[in-house]
């Protein structure tokens, strides 16, 4: 059974960074492609960025050129760089693999609060 667990949020003021964790077992992450997703209350799930198998980074336009996706393949593990975060960053942000294919379970997510 494949586990994802979310970690790195926090409070930061704006301006401030954060890197952010997803640790994932039971399978290994570097055969997909994998994402980071991010959720306000009331508002649908957003896609944030995306790493392919060969490494190749894609990012919405929101935070392409503030944020950085990488992964680790020997710890399994994929990583969200935020810098100069901005309040409309405020959210809990999750990882998963392309959900056009089937998503696995969600993890629990992480928050990351933008807030002077």
């Known amino acids: 059974q494949v586990q994802l667990v979310e970690s790195g949020g926090g409070l930061v003021q704006p301006g401030g960074s954060l890197r952010l964790s997803c640790t994932v077992s039971?399978?290994?992450?570097?055969?997909?492609?994998m994402n980071w997703y991010r959720q306000v209350p009331g508002k649908q799930r957003e896609w944030v960025s995306r790493?392919?198998?060969?490494?190749?980074?894609s990012y919405t336009d929101f935070v392409r050129g503030r944020f950085t996706i990488s992964r680790d393949s020997a710890k399994n593990t994929l990583y969200l760089q935020m810098n100069s975060l901005k309040p409309d960053d405020t959210a809990v942000y999750y990882c998963?693999?392309?959900?056009?294919?089937?998503?696995?379970?969600w993890g629990q997510g992480t928050q990351v609060t933008v807030s002077s």
């Open positions: 998963n693999k392309d959900i056009s294919s089937g998503p696995w379970v």
């Open positions: 790493i392919s198998i060969g490494g190749t980074t």
């Open positions: 039971g399978i290994r992450s570097s055969w997909f492609g």
